[in-house]
């Protein structure tokens, strides 16, 4: 149950990190409340996850699911480029969590 728990934490963090984009600096309310909504959410699901997983695998995989899933959804919602290097440096993060996740 912990590793969905940290799943849905690393979900939540992809969430805020985009939504930040969308609040302009924190000048547009609704996108504000939305990303510190789920920030909160983020940080007391990596909290509940930890209950039972160690820190330093449990957090290596929430940054993990956030820097790959960010960078992805910012492809898709903000054009921005992905080029080779950047793809294969997604790649590395991916085995990195996968390493995490087996050595736990």
Known sequence: MAWII????????????VGLKYTEGFTKPL?????????IVSFFLLGSSLRTLPLSIAYG??????AVGT????????NESMSALKMIS??????????????A
């Open 6 to 17: 940290l799943l849905l934490a690393g979900i939540s963090e992809v969430a805020w990190a």
């Open 31 to 39: 996108p504000s409340i939305i990303t510190v909504c789920c920030l």
């Open 61 to 66: 995989i929430w940054v993990g699911i956030g």
């Open 71 to 78: 960078a992805i959804l910012s492809v898709y919602l903000f």
């Open 90 to 103: 997604l790649c590395l993060i991916v085995l990195g969590i996968l390493g995490m996740k087996v050595s």
